[in-house]
């Protein structure tokens, strides 16, 4: 049984309407955060400058193209990453490999699209072709790349923590040996002297264009493939055999094995999808990239950033698209604070990190939910009588 | 009793709700000193709230609770003074002991770590160096059988908690209190984990507490056992004190009408079964756990239209049993044949899967109803469809809804109508206290979890039907209604395979009995050749028998 898959398990919620919820517990957190950051700043004799962090931080970010365009553009791919956590912790799972099956997805799908295809089967160059096959490649290696720790996991009993975490490494020394080297890599373009460290860029027709030509950031379709991934999820979490198999199992092992589950293959199945939304998440990004090619370490630290999205998203498809957009507010607040006021941009970072801790204390949670749903006049029926 | 004390403990008008629902409605009563008072109600009657109240777990909406403090700290009575109950800790202190229905103990401890836990021996400050940090075992072990002498409770202070049977478990817990200083005792269904002879030896225990001027309250579901020990009796009902009454004034049908506040009509009509047919043979049946025998050699055969009785202390073997039946666990040796409706030739569980054996008829009550059979976090509807999930047309017929049947869906996307018809039909003929069907089951009572999982597996009609304590931790109504459903599917031909350590339970219902006794069938037994005291022995040392 994983004991974090439990943990938050109290934080598991269904129904669209619950985003009010995490909106709200976004807000009190952010705020929580804020003052604490203040008092920290306080501490070391420094004052936060409140009128320039609303200025730049807030104001320049929801008021301006350029905001807005960073927020979806640093958003996007944490949906996918935090979805691929949602979904093993729905099946009581805890997959923090998703920046190695990041990498094996994105990295698979850039060498589809950029050495394969167009070098051995050029007949099959047209985009109706190389867009969703060079996707679908990224999701079936972040597949297996889910599928291996979930195996493991279900007919040898090896704790999916553990061996996520060595896959992870795994994952990047595979890129290193494949793209790392102008003396040994396959698939460097071996023609130019600094091309180490990155595939050849890949083919044009398998490139995502903009929605929105006219913003700084691009934001490519590849969003809207995430959003409909999500609501996919969304409907097979709640509204499907599959969906329903995976929360029983995440729930109750024994409960669903006793009513004919069974729970080592939806483990397997869960790791699986779990491992090709992350993939998935790695080659779109990709394939949405100004210099469309892999190179080594663009996952930043996306895979483990998902972990604190879908966090603060509940574990559920349509918080963690709100909870992404937080994230990605805060890194386009972070990058605008950067370069028009003098408040170090390090100091988002521990604001980051501190609205997660406020969000992994469920105990918290509870509370403001508690609270959020006094103020929302819903009662909650409580008919515990005696429970002996 | 005697009526002239003054109360040690008085509860006044005391009111808790939970949402909407009233728990409790202004209930009073007094506890006088050396008194066995017994709590006697089903089921979310309000019993463990009034509990939890007076152990400070919960806080009460209104009314007041006055104790005795002379009495609890040195046995001189000063009168009552209003306190309130804010955390267990507080009521320690003040000398009100709890002895929950799942034992606090920490299993790898000993039974002395365990009584002194938290009030702890520590070697006094004349030892030298590192010594004075360390465990006073001599002492603590000196203290334990000083007070396991006062009060008649034999115990080893050095065995580990874990090696001892449930009944000395239960003594380890009084002791812990009493050593804890405690003069009021709560037990909570102190006799629903004890076998026929560890209950009896609780009731001396308590017998010679109440000597020794321990006040005890005694909250049980029981009717016989208030009436044996008890001095007086508390009959509360829907969160209100229906009656107060004594033993000698009453018998067990005018309690068990108090309780359920309604005429309890036993309609269970055996009905003469002629043709019965071989339904279940299990051969040689061997289990073993880490090459340690659990089960050994287990033969019986299951007919049609008869319910088998597993008798037997739990912990010999019952519940891997059912696991192995079910095909939970994988049996070491042995066969299991099974004849399906209308199947002339059996077939062999043995390979089968547990949702090819829940398929071919063969329905479940798991012993555990909180790991095996209910999801706690699903809801009424997921939780019946558990057994639905991959048999949507056995769904249907259930619902007999033949015009709106979603004919192009297999199960592949959940059938949500559908979940919540076969739910609510269930929750109606069951009487399942829940407003609708998207309540999680963690929010239901006991008995209400434990007819949601009965509602389901019944209404599969099965063929056989594995039944693993089925009333466990339940009330008599529900009790009741449970063996009257087990009875009817024994009248329609199905055969049941009830597996209970409630001796009455099985006696009630079973037409053949099998004992089990350290994995072996130690005897089988039919229904009219059962003696009580035989079967007792037989439980309890394996012999006894023919």
Known sequence: MSTSGLQVGILKTKGIFNSLQIIFISLVFSFLSLMVLYFILLTFGFALPVDALFKYGVYQVFFTQDGLSGILFWGGPLILTA???????????????????????GLAGAIWAASI???????????????????L???????????????????????????????????????????GSRTYSPFVDRTKVDAYGQTELISKSATLSPIFPAFSQSVTYGLLVTVLIAVLMYFVLFYTRLGFKIRAVGLNKHAAEANGIKSDRIT???????????????????????????????????????????????????????????????????????????????????????????VAAPYLSRIVINKFQRFNKTQIIEIKEDST | MNSTSQPILKVTDVSKSFGSVQALKQVSFEIFPGEILAILGENGAGKSTLMKILNGLYRLDSGKIE?????????????????????????????????????????????????TLGYEFVRDKSSSGYQRILMDYEKTNEEIMRLSNEFKLPVDPSKKVEDLPVGIKQRVEILKQLYRQANLLILDEPTAVLTPLEVDQ?????????????????????LKEP?????????????????????????ESILANLVVGRKLLSRIHRELIKSKKLLLAVQSLNYEMNDVPIIKNLEFELRTGEILGVAGVEGNGQTELSMILIGLLKETAGNIFYYSKNNEVPISLNSLSTLNRLNSGIGFIPEDRNLHGLIDNFSIAENVWLAYHSNVEQAHQFIKDNENRESLNKGYILPKKLMEDISKKIIKAYDIKAPNSKILTKNLSGGNQQKVIIGRELS??????????????????????????????????????????????????SDRLIVMFEGEIVAELSREEVELQKLSLLMTTGKGGK
Do not use: C
């Not at chain 2, 000398?95 to 103990?105: C, D, E, Y």
């Open chain 1, 83 to 105: 979805l691929a956590v949602a979904i093993a912790f729905q099946g009581g799972l805890f997959n923090i490999g998703g920046q190695g099956q990041f990498i094996i997805g």
């Open chain 1, 117 to 135: 295809v167009p070098k051995n089967l050029p007949f099959l160059n047209f985009p109706l072709f190389m867009v969703p096959t060079t996707m």
């Open chain 1, 137 to 179: 490649i990224g999701a079936i290696f972040g597949g297996i790349y889910g599928f291996l720790p979930g195996y493991m996991r279900a007919k040898y009993e090896a704790h999916e923590v553990i061996t996520t975490i060595l896959l992870n490494i795994l994952a990047l020394n595979i890129a290193q040996y494949l793209v």
């Open chain 1, 268 to 358: 397997i199945i869960t790791m699986t999808i779990s491992g090709a939304l992350a993939g998935l998440a790695g080659i779109l990004l990709v394939q949405s990239s100004s210099v469309p090619r892999y190179s080594i370490g663009i996952e930043g630290t996306l895979g483990f950033d998902g972990i604190a999205v879908s966090l603060i998203g509940l574990n559920n498809p349509f918080g963690i698209i709100l909870a992404a957009f937080f994230f990605g507010f805060l890194q386009q607040a972070r990058l605008n604070l950067d370069t028009s006021t003098n408040i170090p941009s390090d100091l988002i970072f521990v604001f980051q990190a501190l609205v997660v801790l406020f």
């Open chain 2, 67 to 115: 104790v005795d403090r002379g009495w609890f700290s040195d046995g001189t009575p000063q009168g009552l003074d209003p306190v309130f109950l804010e955390s267990p800790k507080q009521t320690l202190d003040i000398g009100i002991g709890m002895v929950f229905q799942h034992f606090q103990l920490v299993e790898s401890f000993t039974v002395g770590e365990n009584i």
């Open chain 2, 202 to 222: 609780l009731f001396n225990t308590m017998a010679s507490l109440r000597k020794s001027g321990k006040s005890i309250v005694f909250i049980s579901h029981k």
């Open chain 2, 227 to 251: 009436l044996h020990i008890a001095d007086r009796i508390i009959v509360i009902r829907k969160g209100e004190i229906v009656s107060e009454v004594f033993p000698q004034n009453v018998d």
């Open chain 2, 460 to 509: 599969k009609t099965p063929n056989l039907v594995i039944a693993s304590q089925p009333t466990r931790g339940v009330d008599i109504g529900v009790m009741e209604q449970v063996h009257e459903e087990l009875i009817n599917l024994r009248n329609n031909g199905s055969g049941v395979l009830l597996i209970s350590a409630d001796l009455d339970e099985v006696l009630k219902l």
